[in-house]
């Protein structure tokens, strides 16, 4: 008995030790969050001064967070962004007019905390950036200087530090910078850019005066990783917003797919990695780095995921992620550590370095160095994302805003939609279910007109959410006969539905009905789930039992909903107190789903405000995944 019993024990331990392994970048957010700038009189985790180095790693905790809803990695970004940001919208230890572009960095974790929150004093920090690149120096052609005291020079560097904030600004505001933003990828790279062997120079001077720069092309003599890292971050990161209708997109995923294409001719082959100097694998002092490694990894899986880059690209990622794991993030002192960063390399400056090789081995390799850091991060949650990312390729996943067309005006007077639409981040969008579907490799597309079976033929899932009533549009389009017919043609063609209504008062139900009726399904005149202020259990609902659409989500929140009557081809899929309040259908070779609420908004799915019992937010990834599966490759 007692050997009996020993090895239960052990048994036990065994499966409570895999039990306890977590993810690489959760354990990599904790690195971040506990072991960078430790003495810092803002705290463990802020730096002292405003710089880019923190930007990067709010690049890579934003992230995390979208794709965990953990509000840990919320609070953290909060945090770091609000050291520096003051109620005015100044910005502590932040200098205009040094016009460096390093100092923009931190506007995308300043927007990210705007979208999320409304908060004026985040607009008008990021407002105070925009004003910085609008008097930004620039060069004959119109390239941006990298910094004031480097006249004339455009750096890799400079296009992450910049271009990723200028896009989103631009995109968030409507103002229409797109050529600008392009601009500034394409005179890099015809400057910088080598026709040998593809690859980037660290930086290239238009006055050809500098010591380090090519008296002929202006260009400094070194292809250095992490010069190439940045731009190559840089471009998967602009791509997300810049228009998919402007001529110059294109552009910019052919200058993706050559760079990268060049990049993946020098990874070392033994360990999938790259080295400091990227083409000089054998020369002595040269070694494998790892911001480089990491943003190299990061650029191929996300290029991937969202369709820039050809899936075969994925091998040289996975190789990298392999041995990022194995030759430098190390196990220590119960947490994890990334090694062998190169701490700084610049060009230029006093003391001055002339961009050599020598100046660049010289540099200190160092341990939990921010940017290696941010990186890593951003690649973690990329790779570990990387399996799911296929269900979604090749799919368009359409959101209605046609019959669902709420409008306000924002903080700059333009009218825009609002209430469950993609791009919103605050309590009402569509955010994070977007982000779900963006996760499993699917793209994100908006249908502002009515539907038909011409605006139709390229969305694999459409989705319909609270269609309007007077109380909130004045001219509410509603959903009639023929609608009803086109949409019901589209699904019996292969196509996948899903309709998300709202309770009695809340959405005109009577006009959604003429759809829901082709699939078998009502929705009842009524409101249930009742919920008194933050009273969250009054909205629990329980997931018994398996289920084929929330395979993972077991405990859910729903408030104020109407339940559902069925008739065949219809099947209920989740009941509560004796009412269906979700259903599935399978018509033609299409796939419907139906429930009357929105539920899977930012409110209750970012993990700001739901207690983190609730799985609304694995309800979102499983009803993506279902949702995707269902359909048909395009």
Not at 57 to 74: F, K, P
């Amino acid at each position: 008995m007692r050997i009996v019993a020993t090895l239960l024990l052990i048994l036990f331990a065994s499966f409570a030790g895999i039990a306890q392994v977590r993810p690489v970048s959760e354990q990599l957010a904790d690195t971040a969050m506990d072991r960078l700038w430790v003495d810092s009189q803002n705290g463990k985790g802020i730096p002292d001064r405003w710089n880019y180095e923190q930007g990067v790693v709010l690049s890579g905790m934003r992230n995390l967070w979208y794709v965990t809803a953990d509000r840990r990695y919320y609070d953290f970004l909060k945090k770091g962004v609000d050291a520096f940001v003051n109620p005015d919208g100044t910005i502590k230890t932040y200098s205009r007019d040094q016009f460096s572009l390093d100092l923009v960095r931190m506007g995308t974790a300043v927007l990210t905390m705007y979208r999320a929150t409304g908060d004026q004093k985040y607009k008008r920090a990021a407002d105070l950036l925009r004003s910085q690149l609008k008097d930004q120096p620039r060069t004959n052609e119109g390239g941006f200087w990298h910094k004031k005291i480097y006249p004339s020079q455009m750096w890799l560097d400079g296009l992450y530090m910049a271009e990723p904030f200028y896009a989103e600004y631009s995109a968030t505001f409507g103002e229409n910078n797109w050529d600008d933003i392009a601009n500034q990828f394409i005179w890099t790279e015809k400057h910088t850019r080598d026709d040998k062997t593809g690859l980037l120079y660290h930086a290239w001077d238009e006055s050809k005066q500098q010591r380090w720069a090519d008296k002929q092309t202006g260009r400094a003599p070194m292809f250095w990783g992490r010069a190439m890292g940045w731009y190559a971050m840089a471009l998967v990161d602009v791509l997300d917003y810049f228009p998919k209708d402007h001529p110059k997109r294109a552009e910019l995923i052919s200058i993706l797919n050559r760079e990268i294409t060049a990049v993946k001719k020098v990874q070392d082959k033994k360990s999938g990695l790259w080295w400091l100097i990227l083409d000089m694998p054998d020369k002595e002092k040269n070694y494998l780095e790892a911001s480089a490694s990491c943003m190299f990894t990061y650029a191929l899986a996300k290029g991937v995921r969202m369709g820039y880059l050809s899936p075969s690209f994925m091998k040289t990622a996975d190789s990298a992620w392999a041995g990022i794991q194995k030759e430098f993030i190390e196990n220590k002192d119960g947490g994890l550590n990334l090694n062998k960063t190169i701490s700084v390399a610049g060009l230029g400056g006093s003391p001055y370095r002339d961009g050599t090789y020598n100046y660049y081995v010289g540099e200190k390799a160092v341990t939990n160095d921010p940017k290696g850091v941010g990186a890593a991060l951003l690649a973690s949650v990329e790779m570990e994302n990387a399996a799911d990312a296929s269900i979604g390729r090749g799919k368009v996943v359409m959101l209605d805003n046609y019959f669902n067309h709420e409008t306000k005006k924002d903080d700059n007077g333009r009218m825009i939609a609002w209430h469950y639409v993609w791009d919103e981040m605050d309590l009402n969008g569509f955010a994070i279910f977007g982000n779900a579907f963006k996760s499993h490799g699917a793209k994100l597309d908006t249908l502002a007109a009515e539907p038909t079976a011409t605006n139709l033929a390229s969305a694999s899932v459409y989705i319909i959410v609270d269609p309007d009533t007077v109380k909130e549009t004045a001219e509410p389009k509603y959903v009639s006969q023929l609608d009803a017919d086109v949409i019901a043609d589209w699904v019996k063609k292969g196509g996948v539905l899903a309709l998300m209504a709202n309770d009695l008062g809340n959405c005109d139900l009577e006009h959604f009905n003429i759809l829901a009726a082709k699939f078998g399904v009502q929705f009842n005149l009524d409101s249930v789930n009742h919920v008194e202020g933050n009273k969250f259990e009054q909205g629990m609902v329980l997931v018994k039992g398996p289920n084929d659409v929330l395979k993972t989500a077991k405990t859910l929140y729903l408030k104020e909903i109407s339940t559902l009557k069925l008739s065949p081809p219809a099947k209920p899929l989740l009941e509560h107190n004796g009412s269906v309040i979700m259903a599935t259908v399978k018509f033609g070779k299409g796939s419907v789903f139906v429930v009357g609420d929105p539920w899977l908004y930012d409110e209750y799915t970012d993990g700001r405000k739901l207690p983190a019992e609730y799985d609304n937010f694995k309800a979102a990834k499983d009803l993506s995944r279902w949702l995707l599966s269902q359909t048909r490759r395009n």
